[in-house]
């Protein structure tokens, strides 16, 4: 493992613990940690776990050939590129994978059972990555469809902020489900639009995220919509807050994205407008309940 922060490799390499990000959790015996990256020229994959906005910059700094994994579920706000887009553009013709899928940290580091995706171009190396990560109750699937891995991560977030609203604001359980069924609607159209396989969509690291991410009270995303919901400002609750919510970040590239392929994401645009535009909650609450009725399914 290598840390940015050489206190958090050192408590890693001493105590085999991460007392800031995973406090309480031993770390296996085998794990060793560095806080040089020159440390990692030995390994035969690097598994790439950092903040979207951050993949581009850690990347840059990855030398050697071994494949890269990319674990950050975002678009990178500056570009509006996707993950694999980014890497594509630091790293060109260097292998690499997208994990993704429902997985809470913490419950995977207690060996809850866990199922994730992994996704590359080449299927030889899905199944190597899948056989080396598999572990306990870890089990990862893999899949050629890259794209669709690395959108379906990206909108289940900015979606997640507005399933934190509706729990917020006590709009109640009917609104929870109606809210990931519409989401999720939202995040198909714009990945069939731009490729994506509608089963990888409905897969794991699609809308099984989605649906941990809106329910599961792990989720910092949610956590930022409750709190939201419940009057907090924004600005507010970021303050001196260490962890990332990626779907703040995403909210808007997700929206550029649906613009340039014409597509309606009502969800995902009342998130960014509260975000980032200073709309009123209620009132994009109503606007969205206030919409023309349609036809189911479009
Ligand atoms: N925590 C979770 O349960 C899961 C997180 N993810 C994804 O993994 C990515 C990282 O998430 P977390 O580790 O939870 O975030 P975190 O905010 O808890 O930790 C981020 C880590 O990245 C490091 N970092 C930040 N900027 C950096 C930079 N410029 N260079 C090097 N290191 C940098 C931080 O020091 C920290 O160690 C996110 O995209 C998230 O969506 C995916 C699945 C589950
Ligand atoms: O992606 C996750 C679980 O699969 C983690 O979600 P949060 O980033 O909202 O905590």
Not at 230 to 247: C, F, I, N, P, S
Request: with cysteine.
């Amino acid at each position: 493992m290598w840390s940015r922060d050489p206190s958090v490799a050192a408590a890693i390499a001493g105590d085999r613990s991460n007392p800031v990000y995973l406090p309480g959790f031993p770390l296996d015996a085998g794990v060793e940690a560095a806080s040089d990256l020159t440390a990692l020229a030995a390994c035969d994959a690097i598994l790439l776990v950092c903040p979207a906005q951050a993949v581009r910059e850690l990347a840059a700094r990855l030398a050697g050939s071994a494949p890269v994994v990319i674990c950050a579920k975002g678009i990178e706000a500056s570009s509006g590129l996707l993950m694999p887009e980014v890497l594509a553009e630091v790293l060109p013709g260097r292998p690499f994978a997208m994990l993704s899928g429902p997985s809470f940290a913490e419950e995977v580091a207690r060996g809850l059972p866990t199922a994730v995706s992994i996704a590359t171009a080449d299927p030889a190396l899905g199944r190597t990555l899948a056989g080396a990560l598999a572990a306990g109750a870890f089990r990862p699937y893999w899949t050629h469809d890259v794209l669709g891995v690395a959108l379906g991560g990206a909108v289940k977030n900015v979606l997640a902020i507005a399933a934190g609203i509706v729990e917020g604001r006590g709009l109640g359980h009917n609104a929870a489900a109606a809210l990931i069924t519409r989401g999720f609607a939202e995040m198909a159209r714009l990945g069939q639009a731009m490729g994506a396989e509608l089963e990888t969509l409905t897969g794991l690291s699609g809308l099984g995220d989605l649906v941990l991410t809106c329910h599961g009270p792990l989720s910092r995303n949610r956590a930022l919509g409750e709190a939201l919901g419940k009057g907090t400002r924004l600005a507010d609750y970021m303050a001196g807050r260490r962890q990332v919510v990626e779907g703040a970040a995403t909210a808007p590239a997700v929206l550029a994205r649906a613009a340039r392929y014409k597509i309606e994401m009502p969800i995902c645009a009342a998130v960014d407008a509260i975000l980032h535009r200073g709309a009123d909650l209620d009132e994009a609450i109503r606007a969205l309940l206030a919409r023309p009725l349609r036809r189911e399914g479009k």
